[in-house]
DNA sequence: GCGACAG
DNA sequence: ATCTTGTCGC
């Protein structure tokens, strides 16, 4: 099994190892499993960062949304230490220590996780998402912004369209449109769910913007935590 | 070697 | 991610 505080304890100090960490921890990554069905009774929570490099501070939040009606049920910040640069690939090591302070801060342990980033789309199929679920043991899914490396056909123009992430030949995740005519979002299983509920999660969760419900809040908050930090 | 590259 | 003016639109 993973011990998350270990894993805290031995963070990598430079490429070479972060990416061995990142080899040694992707078998832990469950993907036969369903997760909670869209509409579940729970929380889903959102996790986002923010950063000061001029301070070298790093501010998390974590807002945990009732995942049938998307109201704000929970909130918890935390602040840190740069722990790692921004390297394609390796963002999990950057952004994952002060994530979990935020996450350890909450009332109750979310039934799901939307990170903002990847989670099997991924070099190494093990991005941000992935990684926060293995060390966390909860089922996690990846909303990005953006398509990274990967290569996509744009999908229909209508809400709830989408079209296959390819690397190669091999789907790592789904264009999703959420909003008719705006540009999709990238979505990928991270942990314990598959890719049908990912995207039908992030379609119930971005019912009015682009974005999930949960990106939004946590980008929200965590940017207020580093002003206040 | 050069360019691309989640946040 | 962050730096940043004005501008279009509800």
Request: charged share 25%; net charge negative.
């Amino acid at each position: 099994m993973i011990s998350c505080d270990d894993e805290l304890r031995h963070w990598p100090a430079d490429e070479a190892q972060a990416r061995a960490v990142q080899d040694r921890l992707r078998p832990h990554v469950r993907l036969d499993e369903a997760g909670p069905e869209p509409g579940f009774e729970g929380t889903v929570v959102g996790v986002d960062v923010a950063y000061d490099d001029e301070r070298d501070v790093v501010a998390a939040a974590a807002v945990a949304l009732d995942a049938r009606t998307r109201a704000v049920v929970d909130r918890a910040t935390g602040v840190g230490q740069v722990s790692f640069p921004y390297v394609p690939g390796l963002l999990a090591f950057r952004e994952i220590p002060t994530v979990l302070k935020a996450l350890g801060r909450l009332a109750r342990t979310p039934d799901l996780v939307v990170c903002d980033g990847y989670g099997l789309a991924h070099p190494r199929r093990f991005g941000l998402a992935s990684h926060l679920g293995v060390l966390t043991g909860l089922p996690t899914i990846g909303v990005a912004k953006n398509p990274f490396t990967f290569r996509y056909a744009p999908p229909g123009p209508e809400r709830g369209a989408t079209s296959p992430l390819l690397d190669g030949t091999e789907e790592v995740g789904r264009a999703l449109r959420t909003q008719q005519g705006v540009k999709p979002v990238f979505v990928s299983v991270g942990h314990r769910t598959d890719l049908d509920r990912a995207c039908a999660h992030t379609l119930h969760l971005a019912a009015d913007y682009r974005l999930p419900e949960t990106t939004r809040a946590a980008d929200a908050l965590c940017r207020r935590a580093l002003a206040d930090a």
